[in-house]
């Protein structure tokens, strides 16, 4: 995919309000680095904004799964040439990436989890409720299974415990045997007819609160398809391991389990003495960001040090 082929919208937003970026660079103390890695680079704003403070002996490393976002990534930061270079893979394979590259230690990680607007308002990538397209979620399109493989083969149970753990959702088995059901005439293949699917199952008292119904379902299915949750848990240790002393990590996150995960290791590296927590509460977006940008609303930013 081509700059010119995304909405002018979508480039507009992702290009202004990389979340939270102010705080990500004062917190991580971004001017002074020489080895920063951005390790969600997506279309490249953090890294950007990142490449502008750095020092100008300074190299970023920007890794992301999704091919097509580095692609936008790759030509946004053209103006940086010879100061960075960008890695398709899962940041799960922190460890080979930074070894591969001959890099020991670095300054800076920033992790900013989850699924750009770019990759949600492609309808085509099938991630979002509110658009048609086919059920795919998988940020890594050579990964070999997608949520259409998900919600017409696994189980009634397995359903449901997806939905449960990684949503979240109270409705969970009704709507697991929903599916199950409906996909015995034909297999659920769009996002329109799961979303109505969902909507349908879930009883109608649930249905009016502030968020659409589909909204935990879809960010399960997202989380399993891509197996979100493993990944990071494997990055972080890697991360905080390859850290160097002073250095600094920080990490966006966008819901409870995911924020949940990032609270945990830094407590528990922070009791055996190997990092110290810069911001004990997390931070969050200011009042302006949040009306400006309306998906960093749910956004937490946390920092820690190297000791
Ligand atoms: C919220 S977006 C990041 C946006 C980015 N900071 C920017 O400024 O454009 C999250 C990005 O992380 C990527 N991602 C999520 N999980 C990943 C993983 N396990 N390995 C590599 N990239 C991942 C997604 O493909 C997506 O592009």
Same mark, same amino acid.
């Given at each position: ?13 992702? &290009?202004?309000?990389?979340?939270? &970026? ?6 991580? $103390? ?14 490249? !704003? ?33 103006? +940086? ?8 893979? #899962? ?7 930074? !070894? ?21 308002? $492609?309808?085509? =990538? ?13 940020? $890594? ?6 949520? &259409?493989?998900?919600? #017409? @083969?696994? !189980? ?9 753990? +990684? ?10 045997? +929903? ?12 996002? #329109? ?16 609160? =502030? ?6 379902? +879809? ?6 398809? @891509? ?31 995911? $924020? ?5 290791? &830094? ?5 055996? @003495?190997?990092?110290?927590?810069? #911001? ?15 998906? !960093?609303?749910?956004?937490?930013? =946390? ?5």
């Amino acid at each position: 995919m081509v700059i010119s082929e995304i909405s002018n919208e979508v480039m507009k937003e992702a &290009y202004h309000y990389p979340v939270m &970026y102010r705080e990500v660079l004062e917190l991580l $103390d971004v001017g002074k680095r020489k080895v920063v890695v951005d390790c969600t680079t997506g279309i490249g !704003s953090h890294s950007y904004k990142l490449l502008e403070v750095m020092d100008k002996e300074g190299f970023l490393i920007g890794i992301d799964r999704d091919q097509h976002s580095l692609n936008v990534a790759k030509a946004r930061l053209e103006p +940086f040439k010879g100061r960075f270079s960008l890695v398709r893979d #899962n940041f799960a394979n922190l460890d080979k990436i930074l !070894s591969d590259l001959d890099i020991d230690k670095a300054d800076v990680f920033l992790f900013d989890l989850g699924i750009s607007t770019y990759q949600l308002s $492609d309808s085509a =990538r099938g991630f979002s409720f509110l658009k048609e397209g086919p059920l795919d979620m998988r940020m $890594d399109r050579d990964s070999f299974l997608s949520a &259409y493989d998900l919600v #017409n @083969n696994l !189980s009634e149970g397995e359903l449901g415990n997806i939905f449960k753990k +990684f949503g979240e959702e109270r409705h969970s088995r009704r709507v697991a045997r +929903f599916l199950v059901e409906a996909r015995k005439s034909k297999p659920i293949s769009t996002t #329109n007819q799961l979303r109505d699917l969902i909507i349908q199952a879930i009883p109608g008292k649930a249905r009016g609160g =502030r968020i659409n119904p589909a909204t935990r379902i +879809f960010q399960a299915l997202r989380i399993a398809v @891509n197996r979100e949750l493993e990944s990071i848990e494997v990055a972080l240790s890697c991360a905080i391991s390859r850290l160097a002393s002073g250095g600094r990590i920080g990490v966006i996150s966008f819901h409870s389990l995911e $924020d949940r995960i990032v609270k945990h290791f &830094y407590r528990d590296y922070a009791l055996k @003495n190997i990092l110290k927590i810069i #911001n004990k509460k997390p931070l969050t977006p200011t009042e302006k960001e949040r009306g400006e940008n309306s998906p !960093s609303r749910s956004a937490k930013l =946390r920092v820690a040090e190297k000791i």
